[in-house]
Structures are given as C-alpha cells and as structure tokens.
C-alpha cells in the first residue's frame, strides 16, 4: 500500500510541474540579409543548437525567421543577437562586421545592394 501511495503521489507531482511551465515564446524577427538556402540552413541550424530555442523557420522570400521558444531559458534579445553575430540583420539589431565579412558572396551581394538604394537625409 504505502508503494502505490508513493507512486501515485509522483504522478500527481509530475502533473503539477507540467501545468506549472510557462507559455512557449513566439516571434516573427526580420532577417532580409537571409538570402539564400546556404543563410537559411546556417540560421536554422544554428539557432536550433541555441539553448531554449524550441523551433525555427526561415522565410526567404519574406526576408523573416519565426523562432519559438521556453521563457525560462533564452529571450528575444539574446536570439536576435544570436542572428547579428552570424552576420544577419535581425530587426533593430545588426549584424557583427566580422562574421558578416565570413558570409558567402551571395549574401554579401543583396545586403550591399540595399544599402546602396538608401538615400541621405
């Protein structure tokens, strides 16, 4: 008897802890720099890698990631830093120079051509 108590006791805990997680985090991140299938598969495997990160999804022809994830281990902030220190604009920050120069020509090429249409104030 006292084993079945104890066992029954362990799932009522489990259930409990279960309930007690925090809804999963959800974002759309504008990535345009992503320009390509070689950019795709190094954000989505990278990010994937990430510690929290749930899922990830790359939209080429929407220049957007859409990443998931558990609160209680990563943020917006820190994947959205992630994205800049592989070379990505990802919204309002930007991409680390230095792994930017490491992209392939490809990427290189389409960032450079956005920021030659910008005009001065």
Same mark, same amino acid.
């Given at each position: 008897?006292?084993?079945?108590?104890?066992?029954?006791?362990?799932?009522?805990?489990?259930?409990?802890?279960?309930?007690?997680?925090?809804?999963?985090?959800?974002?759309?991140?504008?990535?345009?720099?992503?320009?390509?299938?070689?950019?795709?598969n190094?954000?989505?495997?990278?990010?994937?890698?990430?510690?929290?990160?749930? @899922?990830?999804?790359?939209?080429?022809?929407?220049?957007?990631t859409? %990443? +998931?994830?558990i !609160? =209680?281990?990563? &943020?917006?902030?820190?994947?959205? @830093?992630?994205?800049?220190?592989?070379?990505?604009?990802?919204?309002? %920050? +930007?991409?680390? !120079? =230095?792994?930017? &120069?490491?992209?392939?020509?490809?990427?290189?090429?389409?960032?450079?051509?956005?920021?030659?249409?910008?005009?001065?104030?």
């Amino acid at each position: 008897m006292p084993k079945m108590l104890s066992v029954l006791l362990g799932f009522m805990l489990m259930n409990v802890t279960c309930f007690s997680q925090a809804k999963p985090g959800k974002a759309v991140i504008k990535t345009p720099g992503v320009q390509c299938d070689i950019c795709k598969n190094r954000v989505e495997k990278y990010l994937s890698s990430e510690y929290g990160v749930s @899922t990830v999804k790359v939209d080429i022809k929407k220049g957007t990631t859409t %990443v +998931t994830w558990i !609160p =209680d281990r990563t &943020n917006i902030e820190i994947i959205k @830093t992630d994205i800049a220190n592989l070379g990505f604009d990802a919204d309002d %920050v +930007t991409a680390e !120079p =230095d792994s930017f &120069n490491l992209l392939p020509a490809c990427c290189k090429k389409h960032v450079e051509s956005v920021d030659s249409t910008k005009t001065a104030p």
